[in-house]
C-alpha cells in the first residue's frame, strides 16, 4: 500500500469521514466535478483497479481509510473507538465537582491550565479527611498505607478508573503535584496490587498517549514541572514494564535542556522494539521506537542542546534520520544543527556520520549569523526573500546578537516567518523579556497576528504564563 497521503485532524469523527468519502465517490462519478481529477488520482493511487465511471460508498470509504494510513474502512472504525474509550476532555473545571474531584483536578497535572497545587494544599489543610476519600485521592496524596489496606480488601481498585478524568489511581499517583506522602511508595502498592505501569489517556482524543510514565517526567510547552521524584518513578514503572518508548514523555521533555528523563528510558531500551499495549492500538498513527529518538536528536539539534545530542549518539541514535514532525520537514539532525547555528552539536553529529549535499550558501550564512560569527557574514543576494524564518528563528533559538546581525544583512524587524510568526513573537513566547525590549525599541509590530492563533505577541506571552511581559507588550 503507497504511504499515506494524510495525517488524521485533530478530534476526528465517524461523521466527518463518512461525509467525505461521499465527497470522494460524487467526485469520482463526475468529470465535471472541481476534485475529479483528485478523486481519480486516489482511487488510482489506494485501490487500483479496472476503470469505471463510478465507484460504490464502500469502495470509496477504503480508498479514503487507506489515504490517511488504514489499510481498510474497519480498522479506521477502530481506531475512533480506540479514542473514543481512551479519549478524556481534560477541562480545568468541572461545575459538578465534589470535593474530592476538586482536590484531584487542582492537584494534578491535566496539561490544559496548570495550577502550582497550592489551591489543592490549602484544601487538604482545611479538610485532611480529604486525602483518604477515596483510591484516587490516596493515590495522589501519597498516602501508601491507607491505600495499601484499601487494596488488601479489594484489589480491584487498583485499576478502577474515577475522579474528575476517569484515570486509574496510578494516573493520579503519576500526575500529582501536591508534593505530599509518599509518592514512590504509593505507585509501588498499586503496581504490586495489579496496575498496568501502561496505563494511560489520550488527551482530547489526540493519538499520542499520556501514560502514567508521560505524567511522572512532566514537561510540555508551557513548562510544567516533573514530578519531585520523577526519576525515582520512571525508574519503578520501568522496573513493572512500562514501555519506554512513550512518544509524549519524549515530546514534553524536549523544550528543556534537562537530560533527567533519559538515563532510565535509554538503559531500558528506548529506541529499540518493546511490547507496546499502545502501538497495539493506535497501529500505525503510533510512531516507531526509533522515530521516537530519532525525533528527539532533531529537537536537540534544534534547540542547540549538545549533552542531549551526545547522549543520544552514544545511544546509537542516527544523526542522519529525518523524522517524522512537519515542523522540521525532512531535514536530518545535522541539518538541522547547521541550519539553527548549533556548532558544538554539528560537530558531534557530523563525527557521528552526519552528512547532507542539501546545505547551500544561505544556510551555511544563517549559520554562522545566528552563532554570531561576523566573519562568517556578508551579503546574499535576495536573502530575506529566500530564508523569510530567520528572524523568528533568531528570536526562537538566540537571541539579540543574532538579530541584529539579521537586521544588518536586510531582515525587517517584524519579518513573518512560519505561520506568520515573528521574531516578537518567538521571544514573548519564552518570556526573553530582554530580547522582547530590543524588537519593540527597532520598531517590532506588537499588533501583529500569527496565522494558526490569530494571536499576538501579548496573546503568545500570556499563553505561556509570563504575565508582566504580556501586560508589557499589549496595545491596549
Not at 465511471?53 to 489499510?71: D, H, M, N, T
Not at 505561520?419 to 519593540?440: K, Q, Y
Request: proline share 7%.
Amino acid at each position: 500500500m503507497p504511504e499515506a497521503r494524510w495525517n488524521l485532524p485533530d478530534d476526528p469523527s465517524l461523521e466527518w469521514l463518512r461525509s467525505r468519502a461521499k465527497q470522494l465517490r460524487r467526485a469520482f462519478g463526475d468529470p465535471d466535478a472541481d476534485e475529479h481529477a483528485l478523486a481519480v488520482e486516489l482511487v488510482n493511487a489506494f485501490d487500483p483497479g479496472s476503470p469505471s465511471e463510478a465507484i460504490q460508498l464502500s469502495r470509496a470509504q477504503r480508498v479514503l481509510a487507506r489515504a490517511f494510513g488504514f489499510p481498510g474502512w474497519s480498522r479506521l472504525r477502530e481506531h475512533l473507538e480506540t479514542l473514543g474509550t481512551f479519549g478524556r476532555p481534560m477541562a480545568a473545571t468541572g461545575e459538578d465537582d465534589s470535593p474530592e474531584d476538586r482536590l484531584l483536578r487542582l492537584g494534578t497535572l491535566n496539561y490544559t491550565q496548570w495550577s502550582d497545587g497550592s489551591d489543592a494544599r490549602a484544601m487538604l489543610a482545611q479538610d485532611p479527611t480529604l486525602a483518604v476519600g477515596s483510591a484516587h485521592t490516596m493515590a495522589a496524596c501519597g498516602r501508601a498505607e491507607e491505600l495499601a489496606e484499601l487494596l488488601r480488601d479489594d484489589p480491584a481498585q487498583a485499576d478502577r478508573q474515577g475522579g474528575p478524568h476517569r484515570w486509574e489511581p496510578l494516573l493520579y499517583a503519576c500526575y500529582s503535584r501536591l508534593g505530599t506522602g509518599d509518592a514512590v511508595r504509593t505507585v509501588q502498592v498499586l503496581l504490586n496490587t495489579g496496575a498496568d505501569p501502561n496505563a494511560g489517556f489520550l488527551w482530547r482524543r489526540f493519538a499520542s498517549p499520556f501514560t502514567a510514565l508521560t505524567g511522572a517526567l512532566g514537561g510540555g510547552e508551557r513548562g510544567e514541572p516533573p514530578h519531585r521524584a520523577a526519576v525515582a518513578l520512571a525508574t519503578t514503572l520501568l522496573a513493572a514494564g512500562a514501555d519506554p518508548n512513550d512518544n509524549q514523555a519524549f515530546y514534553n521533555r524536549m523544550f528543556t535542556p534537562d537530560d533527567s528523563h533519559l538515563p532510565p528510558l535509554l538503559s531500558h531500551g528506548a529506541g529499540h522494539p518493546h511490547p507496546s499495549v499502545w502501538r497495539n492500538r493506535l497501529g500505525a498513527a503510533y510512531p516507531t521506537p526509533e522515530q521516537m529518538v530519532g525525533e528527539h536528536l532533531r529537537s536537540a539539534a534544534e534547540r542547540g542542546y549538545t549533552e542531549r545530542v551526545r547522549l543520544l549518539l552514544e545511544h546509537g541514535v542516527d544523526p542522519n534520520t529525518v523524522g517524522y514532525h512537519p515542523n522540521l520537514g525532512d531535514q536530518t539532525a545535522y541539518e538541522i544543527a547547521v541550519r539553527n547555528g548549533h556548532r558544538e552539536a554539528v560537530g558531534l553529529l557530523a563525527s557521528a556520520g552526519g552528512r547532507s549535499d542539501r546545505l547551500d550558501d544561505y544556510d551555511l550564512l544563517l549559520s554562522a549569523a545566528f552563532a554570531g560569527d561576523t566573519r562568517g557574514v556578508g551579503p546574499l543576494p535576495d536573502l530575506p526573500a529566500r530564508r523569510p524564518d530567520a528572524m523568528r528563528l533568531a528570536a526562537e533559538q538566540h537571541g539579540i546578537a543574532a538579530l541584529a546581525l539579521l537586521v544588518d544583512l536586510g531582515y525587517d524587524v517584524s519579518a513573518r516567518g512560519r505561520c506568520g510568526t515573528t521574531a516578537l513573537h518567538e521571544a514573548a513566547f519564552r518570556g526573553d523579556s530582554a530580547t522582547c525590549r530590543w524588537l519593540v525599541d527597532h520598531g517590532a509590530d506588537r499588533t501583529a497576528e500569527d496565522e494558526r492563533f490569530s494571536g499576538t505577541p501579548s496573546d503568545w506571552a500570556a499563553h505561556a504564563g509570563h504575565e508582566e511581559l504580556a501586560e508589557e507588550l499589549s496595545v491596549s
